[in-house]
Each structure stands twice: as structure tokens, then as C-alpha cells.
């Protein structure tokens, strides 16, 4: 097998990440040894106070002490707490000065402190205020004969703490070989242990404990155990990734706050991290109800606005929910709609540069009603030349009584952004696609009868649908299946880019670079995180998401309509198949994929948007799905979403 993309990029990954540096060891300076230590006994602190409160939770499920007990003032509890923080402040002050201190290298909740007593303080109460946030909640004290149940809850705070314990220690012991000089400075040690093989497998063993002690379904001693929100699961295979995500969010801050890699900021990185997506549902509000005739029914359509976030340039994020022909509070599955409308980005001068001829003005205002309703679902779903029905994948969907969810893009981001800055706009501002996507998701299910839960997007959507693929995972909660149509990211763009950008035909002018779309967007477009299809799928053998990978082989955007490219004539294939060939290769080599690639000949842009073949393999992978009985994707608790949200 000829060397594929998706090699060279794990390749990478090991000599980035793991292979051994040999530089001479530099002096640590006085301020480093200072955030070393501190860095050190916040971690043990934070072990004594976690076991601490969990031994005072476990001893009020056995009834050992009163159902009322209060675990922050608890006498024993109270006496290990305050017995570590002494340790902690003893050992502070025993290595920093105030001048160390006041160096800059602590960040998030101790980012304003300048003297050694201010240190201790942020950093005992940082670390106090993530035990309460990590230890599972007590949501049953019925438990005293209940054995079973509580060795569940037991060995769940216990691996929760042992793996929280060990992704802080790997964290640590990089950025103490960092101040040594054997690893760059600026080296991002929170993603170098993520991506440690050595704390995934920790993980995995941590992971089937909790599954092997607790099982899974009604009647198992998960379900009994009854653990409080945000991971109020009965199943061990859901709760342990839910509770896992919330760890890594957690320990993220910590580590920031004990000045471990504390220069470089996380947002936007949190699937790299393991962290979960920050989003708010609490500013939807919905704007107009109405009633609409179309494709020979009447339907009930709701659209909704949220505050939370603004778009590029005027507006804010809105979204519209068309509920099933006369039975709009049925019980229906959510078909989720990502339309397409390209990527752009403004220049270091101001410019803005996008796909075609799009221009600022394109995809960076709120979206309104009739730009989701007339603009994207009826015209996709009706021939209003024709004045005829359009026999296309969303139209087959509202028939079959799917809800609609129709999301809008207004950042132009491609639908992945994480709340980073929104690069060289003149107004500022962030980019919030994907955040925006999910909290529209998160409420639509929230707020509707839903079962399962599909995303279909199309061109600039298809990028947006496998970021929701990956994401959702993170919290435990996979979508269950998305529908990609018409483009991936993937490094051979770069190829094809540099090959034709500016000819006739092609939709990237000739100054549109896709580094600019990186810089722009981050996580889902930058090839050093390995968050592209080709390479995730690989690694680590991704198989939480079906998904469906949709092209034509006439497409533009793979130089479908180009010369051939050498590289795509030395491997005997057309252009557009050569672009998706590390793809190809990806789900080919995955053991039980439930992924598919379908690159079709005699077909351009976006196909599922226009009767044809490839509507019935849409059709036909739903109904594998399916025939699987995939469990409902439930809704997330409000709780889950409060402890979610991170301030940076």
C-alpha cells in the first residue's frame, strides 16, 4: 500500500509528541522553580482534599453519618482539608518569593496574583472549588443495603481522582523538562500529555473499571447509584466519557492556574484537550411563530435567536425549527441541517477574501427567517421553476416526518468555530459556528420530543457536520449519524489549491490562501491537531459517529473541472477521487467501519441537494443505521450545560 497522508500525520505525531530530546539541561530559573513547586503540592493538595470529601460522601450513603452532612464542614473532613492546605502553604512559602510570584507564570484563578500569601490563597481555593466540581454528587442515600451500587460510586470518584491525578502529573513533569530546556519553550504540555499513549491507556483501564463494577441498563448498580447531574446516566459507556470531559475541563484550569503551560490560552482547543465544548443555551429566545404551506402540507415553524453570540459583523447566531406536518409535538427524530455557503477571512490589511465571489457581506450577518426558510429549505426541497416538489435528501426527510432543524452560519467559519478570536475583523469579535450549532442542538432537544438525532450538512456544512461528529463523543452523547456533502478538510488541499487557485472555474481566487481559513477557524482546520477525517478515523480508530462521506466527482472545489493533477495521474485516479483517497483508505482499513465514502461520477457540488442516485444511498445508510436500534440521543440536563460553560 502506497504511503498515504494519514501515515505521514501519525508519523508526526510521535516524533512531535513522544520522541526523546537530547538538548543540555538549562539552569531553572528562580520564578520556574517557584511555579514547579507550587505546581507539585497543588496536586497533592488537591488529592488529600478530593479523598477526603469522598470518604465523608461514602460514609453518608452508608449511613455512617447523617443524611444531612454538609462534607465542606464535616469535622473529620474538615480536619484533613485543613491539615493538606497547611502543608500546601507551608511548602509555597518555603520555595517563592513575592518577586517570583509576581513573574507572570500563573494564570486563570491565580493570574492576579503577586505575592506568595495571594498564591496560596488562589490556589487552595482553585483547587478546593474543582474537588466540589469533580467528586460525582451524592443522588441516592438510599443505598445502605445496597452493596453493589455503592462500590459504583465508589470506584467511579476513585477513578475519577486517579485519572484527574495522573493527567496533572504527566502536565507537570513536561513543563518541568520545558524549564530545563529539554523541550522547547512554549511547548503546550495540557496537549502533549493528552496525546500521551500512556494516559490513554490509564484512561482505558479507569474506563472499564467503572464499566465492569457498575454495568450498564435498568436494574445495574449505575442505575441504582443514581449520581446527580451533569452525568445522571444508567449506562457505564455513556456516563464514564460524560464524567471524563468534565474532569478534563476541570483539570485544563488547574493546571493553567498552577502556571503549567499557562502562556498559551486553551480556548479552542478543548476536543484536543478532551475538555468539553463550552456553549449557552440560556440567551435562545424564540422571535417569531408562524405557519407556512409547502410540498403540500402545512407546517408549524418556530424560529429563535441567541444573544450568546454575535455574528462577524452585525446580528447575532438564529435558527429555525420546522416541526412535523400535522403533528407538531410528535415525538420524531431531529434531522439537522448545516447549508453551505464556503469560508472566508479578512487579510492582515483588512481585506476580506472568500470563496467564488462572496464578499464580507456574504455569511457574516444574522441569518433571518426567510434566509433559513425560503433560502435554504424550501429552495432545496422545491422546483419553484417547475412549481414541482424536488426530490432531494432533506425533502425525503420532512416526508418521512423527521423535525427540521435549520442552523445558520454567520461567521463564515465554516461552522467550527470555538470562541476564538475572530482574526484581523475590524470589529473583533470571536467566531462561534460550532458553539452556536451545538447550543441550537442542545436546546432543540431539550425543548422538543426528540429520538435520534442526524446531521446533514452540505459544502461549507459538511466540515460543520463532522465537527459536531467528533465533538459530541467528548461528552459521551454521539449524534447518530451525520451526512457529509461535498467537503472534508484534509491537507491535500493545499495541492489542489496551489495548483489552481485563480483559474477560471475554480472557486479559490487567486490571493485565497486556506491557511488564511486556519488561522481564522483553528481546531477542525489545522492539520497539526489530527483532527481531520482520514487520520482521526485511523486514530483513534473513530467509529462513535457513522458517518457518510458524499462527493462528485465533476466537483470544483477537488478540481473536478481542473486538469489532472500529477499526483492524482501517478495514482491511476481523477482529481476528486484523489482528494478523498486518504479517506478512502482510512474507512477501508478500519476494522467494522460504519463509515462510507461514495465520490460520484457524473456529478458536481453539493448532490444531495438535487434529485439523483445518491439520494437512495443517503436513504439506504440511514436504514442501516437504523436496523441497528440506535439509542435515542437524548437531552442534556441544564446542569450539564452550567458545568460546561468556562471563563477565560
Request: aromatic share 8%; charged share 20%; net charge negative.
Amino acid at each position: 500500500m502506497k504511503h498515504s497522508p494519514s501515515k505521514e500525520h501519525i508519523w508526526w505525531l510521535v516524533l512531535a509528541f513522544f520522541m526523546v530530546p537530547v538538548p543540555g539541561e538549562a539552569a531553572v530559573s528562580p520564578a520556574e522553580a517557584c511555579r514547579d513547586r507550587t505546581a507539585l503540592e497543588a496536586r497533592k493538595f488537591f488529592g488529600s482534599t478530593y479523598k477526603a470529601r469522598q470518604q465523608c460522601q461514602d460514609d453518608v450513603v452508608r449511613r455512617r453519618l447523617p443524611g444531612a452532612t454538609n462534607c465542606a464542614t464535616e469535622s473529620r473532613a474538615a480536619f484533613k482539608i485543613n491539615r493538606a492546605a497547611a502543608k500546601l502553604e507551608a511548602k509555597i512559602q518555603g520555595q517563592c518569593t513575592d518577586a517570583q510570584v509576581a513573574a507572570g507564570l500563573f494564570t486563570s484563578a491565580c493570574e492576579s496574583a503577586s505575592t506568595v500569601d495571594q498564591l496560596v490563597e488562589c490556589t487552595r481555593e482553585a483547587h478546593i472549588d474543582a474537588v466540589i466540581a469533580m467528586l460525582p454528587e451524592i443522588g441516592d442515600l438510599n443505598l445502605v443495603e445496597q452493596t453493589d451500587a455503592q462500590k459504583c460510586r465508589k470506584t467511579a470518584a476513585t477513578q475519577f481522582r486517579k485519572v484527574a491525578d495522573k493527567r496533572m502529573k504527566e502536565a507537570q513533569k513536561c513543563q518541568a523538562v520545558v524549564d530545563k530546556g529539554g523541550l522547547p519553550a512554549g511547548t503546550n504540555c495540557i496537549l502533549r500529555a493528552e496525546a500521551d499513549p500512556k494516559l490513554e491507556k490509564f484512561e482505558i483501564r479507569a474506563e472499564k473499571k467503572v464499566a465492569a463494577v457498575c454495568g450498564t441498563g435498568e436494574g445495574s448498580p449505575i442505575a441504582r447509584a443514581r449520581f446527580a447531574a451533569p452525568c445522571s446516566e444508567d449506562d457505564a459507556g455513556r456516563f464514564y466519557p460524560c464524567a471524563r470531559c468534565n474532569l478534563s475541563t476541570i483539570t485544563n484550569d488547574l493546571l493553567q492556574t498552577q502556571g503549567v503551560s499557562a502562556t498559551e490560552s486553551l480556548r479552542g482547543l478543548e476536543p484536543a484537550t478532551g475538555a468539553c465544548i463550552p456553549r449557552n443555551t440560556n440567551q435562545i429566545t424564540r422571535i417569531q411563530q408562524s405557519t407556512a404551506n409547502a410540498l403540500g402540507f402545512s407546517w408549524e415553524l418556530e424560529f429563535y435567536r441567541n444573544t450568546a453570540y454575535s455574528c462577524g459583523l452585525s446580528g447575532n447566531y438564529t435558527f429555525l425549527v420546522m416541526n412535523p406536518a400535522g403533528n407538531p409535538d410528535a415525538e420524531a427524530p431531529l434531522w439537522v441541517y448545516l447549508h453551505g455557503g464556503g469560508g472566508g477571512y479578512f487579510d492582515e490589511t483588512g481585506t476580506y477574501i472568500a470563496v467564488k465571489t462572496q464578499t464580507q457581506n456574504t455569511y457574516n450577518h444574522e441569518e433571518t427567517f426567510s434566509d433559513l426558510w425560503d433560502d435554504q429549505i424550501i429552495r432545496h426541497t422545491f422546483n419553484t421553476n417547475t412549481n414541482q416538489p424536488k426530490d432531494s435528501t432533506l425533502k425525503r426527510r420532512i416526508e418521512e416526518g423527521y423535525r427540521v432543524l435549520a442552523v445558520s452560519m454567520c461567521d463564515h467559519d465554516i461552522y467550527a468555530g470555538l470562541g476564538t478570536p475572530y482574526t484581523n475583523n475590524p470589529l473583533g469579535g470571536e467566531v462561534n459556528g460550532l458553539q452556536a450549532t451545538m447550543a441550537a442542538i442542545d436546546y432543540t432537544v431539550a425543548n422538543y420530543p426528540t429520538t435520534r438525532v442526524f446531521a446533514h450538512g452540505t459544502s461549507a456544512g459538511s466540515i460543520g457536520v463532522w465537527a459536531l461528529a467528533t465533538a459530541y463523543p467528548i461528552e459521551g452523547r454521539p449524534l447518530t449519524a451525520i451526512v457529509a456533502d461535498s467537503w472534508i478538510a484534509d491537507p491535500r488541499i493545499h495541492t489542489v489549491s496551489d495548483a489552481f487557485r485563480g483559474n477560471p472555474g475554480y472557486p479559490f481566487g487567486a490571493n485565497m490562501e486556506p491557511s488564511g481559513i486556519t488561522e481564522k477557524v483553528g481546531y477542525f482546520a489545522r492539520e497539526d491537531l489530527l483532527s481531520y477525517p482520514e487520520v482521526k478515523i485511523v486514530h483513534p480508530d473513530f467509529q462513535d459517529t457513522p458517518s457518510l462521506f458524499i462527493a462528485g466527482n465533476d466537483d470544483p472545489f477537488c478540481g473536478g473541472n481542473q486538469p489532472l493533477l500529477a499526483e492524482a495521474a501517478a495514482a491511476g485516479l481523477t482529481n476528486c477521487n484523489w482528494f478523498h483517497d486518504g479517506l478512502r483508505q482510512a474507512i477501508n482499513g478500519q476494522s467494522g467501519s460504519p463509515h462510507q465514502l461514495n465520490v460520484l461520477t457524473g456529478f458536481g457540488h453539493v448532490p444531495t441537494n438535487f434529485p439523483g442516485p445518491v439520494n437512495d444511498t443517503v436513504d439506504n445508510f440511514i436504514a442501516g443505521i437504523l436496523a441497528t436500534n440506535p439509542p435515542n440521543f437524548g437531552s442534556p440536563t441544564g446542569a450539564f450545560l452550567d458545568r460546561i460553560k468556562i471563563i477565560y
